[in-house]
């Protein structure tokens, strides 16, 4: 069915297109025909479900595109003539598919690991979408280009297979329609194809090139109907073509129904265009005789998009009932913790923000230094970036992120406004709000940090201004003699005129704006030329070829055997992978290729920035049932399934010994590894009867128990056993919980059965107060005993008396050996989990990238007053100058990291052995 629902959708599209954009040639109605359908599809998908939507949306496409036909024909239904093609379009066009059919298949999109579980589950028919591997969150982010793949992807393929296919189709039918945006008001053909040039190639901001190595992820359909919307847009305001034609109302319903459903792909981009319209419109309203009919025409599509954004679900739906219905309840969340909004995907809104015209900066060199700054001479010309944080979005730090679109944006403004370029202009005012945006509106605590995604869209915007000027530059005017001729005595001249010198800013703004690309594109060639062609590879093939992915082949068999019996809503528990952001991953794909959900994983700690971060570290359920054995937990909890590694944890032999579990499929690849799947049976607790007289704990692997008061350090995710003494007459199981200060659970509480055996609990991966609670198991259930946990390991790091011996000077890239003394005033012991980094800060903020959180295995075992000190030697950094020494830790279990404080600065004087100059 999955085929014949594209071949339909793709007719309906093409007809009502043609019905409502006569402006446009039939090969811009062709183009524009893949946008509308994935926009038709994403639209029925959201109002009727991702599976139940097909045979609605089969119907409806055969009627209305039926319909639309009919009207075309009957009426003889014009549109304009067709424009020539000429061979430097079809190049362009031709690279831009060569090199997204390139990347695809080369790179790995790293946000895979959330998006590919989502795609899978909606094949299941899981929908509204619930985060994969916390099912008990809804999330409400921008979900259209998922349900979109969700929607063609049969249960059970790889969701590569739908992604392989649409990113090229997105990438051309965008670049076809931004030409055809671009040419009817260029005043050359080198103009419109440079500003799709530059737009697709050109951009540069942070480690982005352009469109053409952006198709990948979400962003391929972000900025594929961003351009359609803009098509739209221009269409509406009569500022597309240079003659206006007769009113459409089917092109007011058609711009406001695309637009209204985009705010489920992309809500900021959402905004962003219905900020340009509004500045656009007084320029429109200028040059238009029918004032009502264009505000009328306006009016009808700002309406119907605002009301569908309002009511279909996604970002804007969530803050409208937020602002509608007081502050939302985000579920589990006493307290709005940044790990469970960022789970939810919630964001607020505040106009106008504290930090006015700042930016909350991450410290990654990705996304704070453009690709045009990467080239000599340009990379001495980058300013100390410093760390994170709010940053000036007019600062000199922040300026580099960017390359020639902004630095050429007033030149690119007055060049619009003198050619009365209006889509480029439209292009422009989009940037400029993209730009200014995030330094106007605070997004809460999660999304503050996404400024990045506002600075790529105004580089996007800004930049296909720019090619058009560029072109401009490149065009002689007729009749200017060329610079080199020869004269009537046969000797040859240099003669420059005005025509040549915008001929050579043409050509220099050409190479600068494109070397990032021309050394992109030149590295795939290289890449080629040593490793052959990609493909055509399988998806199965493809994902065991990515090294970070962790897989094996067994592991992509035993998810083909849990497709078959998977049902709706279904939980699976595995052994695979490790504990840390890669080590996900062989989760991630067994859910992509099935649709489970996957237990096992916890939240991240709640004081760590952790948006676009996944989910690796492991919950108290998994922790307890591999260190302890117990099975019960697992048995009495709401998970179906259980995948194995028989080599890596003893869960697997547990299962084995239990009834409650049948093996369901075993594979074994060619290269030994072998996986299992097990079926859990239902186990329903009985009713408690029992009474609590004492509890003591103790360590996991520990000898004794003790009282809780005589824990003398409580460590962050640790397992810990309690020993309860129970009436005679006890029976049934009990449940324990694990509660912060605002009386909210910390992962999942687990039930025992109480067999005499030893309970358990893990702590959380934060530090804090915490509370045990035992309770008896049911509705009303009866609090047994209360214990207090108090977990500040990492205050007794802060409170650590550091300082740091170095020598008078050292010569760059010398050996520079350090004396680091360490005093703690109360007892201090480690046990393998902490690592110390060494940090070179330069003047003005800017960490050494090179030498950046050097590691250094810190095992400390300190009575209060003790002190230990440890001999260092590092390499110094490469540049002269003073530099200003930090130390931290990092819990290589937690990812936390812990600032030691300094009794006194402590800066390495780097400069040449011959230099006479004292410290």
């Not at 039939?26 to 479900?49: E, M, Q, R, V, Y």
């Not at 340009?378 to 410093?386: H, Q």
């Not at 990045?452 to 201004?465: C, K, L, M, S, T």
């Not at 659970?745 to 609990?761: C, H, I, K, M, S």
Request: glycine share 8%.
């Amino acid at each position: 069915m999955t085929g014949l629902l594209v071949i339909t959708t793709l007719f309906c599209a093409f007809w009502l297109n043609r019905a409502c954009l006569p402006e446009a040639t039939k090969a811009d109605t062709l183009a524009a025909s893949p946008l509308l359908a994935a926009t038709l599809i994403i639209a029925f998908a959201n109002f009727f479900g991702p599976v139940e939507c097909k045979p609605v949306l089969l119907g409806t496409s055969l009627l209305l595109g039926g319909v639309c036909m009919a009207f075309c024909l009957k009426t003889g239904h014009q549109q304009a003539e067709p424009r020539p093609v000429w061979w430097g379009q079809l190049l362009f066009l031709a690279l831009v598919l060569l090199y997204v059919f390139y990347a695809q298949w080369r790179f790995l999109d790293s946000d895979n690991w959330i998006h590919e579980p989502l795609i899978a589950g909606y094949t299941l028919g899981i929908f509204p979408p619930v985060h994969p591997f916390f099912p008990e969150a809804v999330m409400n982010g921008h979900y259209g280009r998922d349900l979109l793949i969700g929607t063609l992807l049969p249960h059970g393929a790889d969701p590569l297979l739908v992604v392989w296919l649409l990113n090229p189709i997105m990438a051309f039918s965008s670049a076809w329609l931004l030409l055809s945006i671009l040419t009817p008001r260029s005043p050359n053909r080198a103009a419109s194809l440079m500003g799709a040039v530059f737009c697709f190639f050109g951009i540069c901001v942070g480690f982005r090139v352009g469109l053409v190595d952006t198709a990948d992820g979400n962003n391929g359909v972000v900025y594929a109907l961003v351009i359609y919307l803009f098509y739209l847009m221009l269409s509406v305001l009569h500022l597309h073509f240079p003659e206006e034609k007769k009113a459409n109302p089917g092109l007011w319903l058609l711009s406001g129904f695309v637009l209204g459903i985009y705010q489920l792909v992309y809500e900021t981009h959402f905004g962003l265009l219905l900020l340009t319209a509004s500045v656009m419109l007084p320029l429109a309203l200028k040059k238009t005789k029918h004032i009502n009919r264009l505000l009328g025409g306006v009016a009808v599509t700002a309406a119907l998009a605002l009301l569908l954004a309002s009511v279909e679900g996604g970002p804007i739906t969530d803050l409208v009932q937020s602002k509608a219905f007081g502050d939302r309840a985000v579920s589990g969340t006493a307290d709005g913790e940044v790990s469970d909004l960022n789970v939810e995907q919630h964001v607020s809104i505040k106009f106008p923000k504290d930090n006015l015209f700042q930016v909350r900066a991450t410290a990654a060199r990705y996304q704070r230094i453009s690709v045009g700054f990467e080239n000599p001479p340009f990379r001495n010309w980058v300013p100390l970036l410093g760390g994170e944080g709010y940053l000036s979005i007019f600062s000199p730090a922040f300026l580099v992120t960017h390359w020639l679109p902004l630095f050429l944006c007033p030149l690119t403004l007055a060049w619009c406004i003198k050619r009365e370029h209006w889509p480029g202009l439209a292009f422009w005012v989009f940037g400029a709000w993209a730009y200014l945006v995030p330094g106007l509106v605070d997004f809460g605590p999660v999304y503050e940090w996404e400024y990045f995604r506002w600075e790529y869209a105004a580089g996007f915007a800004w930049a296909v201004p720019l090619g058009l000027l560029c072109g401009d530059l490149l065009t002689l005017q007729e009749g200017v003699k060329a610079p080199f001729y020869r004269s009537e005595e046969g000797g040859w001249n240099l003669h420059l005129t005005g025509s040549h010198k915008t001929l050579v800013a043409g050509v220099l703004i050409a190479v600068l704006g494109l070397l990032p690309a021309e050394k992109m594109l030149n590295g795939a060639v290289i890449d080629i030329q040593k490793n052959g062609l990609p493909g055509p590879l399988s998806p199965s093939r493809w994902r065991l070829k990515q090294k970070d992915l962790g897989l094996e082949s067994a592991d992509i068999q035993i998810a083909e055997a849990l497709s078959q019996v998977i049902q709706k809503h279904d939980k699976v528990l595995t052994d695979l992978g490790r504990e840390t952001p890669f080590g996900l991953w062989p989760d991630c794909v067994l859910s992509a290729l099935t649709g489970a959900r996957i237990s096992g994983r916890a939240k991240p700690p709640v004081d760590r920035r952790v948006h676009a971060h996944p989910n690796y570290h492991r919950s108290m359920l998994w922790k307890v049932i591999t260190e302890t054995g117990r099975l019960d937990p697992l048995l009495y909890s709401d998970i179906q399934w259980v995948v194995t590694d028989p080599a890596k944890t003893r869960l697997d032999s547990l299962l084995a010994q239990t009834s409650a579990a049948k093996l369901e499929a075993e594979v074994t690849d060619s290269e030994g590894h072998t996986r299992r799947l097990w079926k859990l049976a239902t186990k329903l607790p009985e009713k408690t009867s029992a009474t609590v007289t004492d509890v003591k704990v103790r360590a996991h692997g520990a000898e004794s128990f003790q009282p809780f008061e005589e824990v003398e350090e409580w460590r962050t995710a640790r397992v810990y056993e309690l020993q309860l003494d129970l009436a005679p007459e006890s029976s049934g199981q009990i449940e324990i919980a694990l509660l912060d200060k605002s009386q909210k659970v910390r992962y999942q509480t687990l039930v025992f059965d109480l067999n005499g055996e030893p309970l358990a609990f893990a702590t959380p991966l934060e530090e804090g107060e915490f509370e045990v609670v035992g309770r008896t198991v049911g509705e009303n259930s009866q609090e047994l005993f209360r214990r207090s946990v108090e977990v500040k390991f990492r205050q007794r790091l802060e409170n650590l008396k550091t300082s740091i011996e170095v020598p008078d000077f050292v010569s760059p890239k010398s050996p520079a050996p350090l004396r680091i003394r360490l005093e703690s005033n109360e007892a201090l012991k480690t046990e393998g989990e902490l690592v110390l980094l060494l940090r070179f800060q330069r003047e003005g903020g800017d960490y050494v990238w090179e030498l950046d959180r050097l590691p250094h295995p810190l095992d400390l075992t300190l009575q209060a007053g003790e002190s230990k000190t440890l001999e260092w030697t590092v390499i110094a950094p490469w540049e002269t100058g003073a530099y200003q020494l930090s130390l931290e830790t990092i819990n290589q279990e937690t990812g936390l990291r812990t600032v030691l404080k300094l009794q006194q600065p402590a800066t390495l004087v780097v400069r040449p052995a011959d230099s006479r100059v004292q410290k």
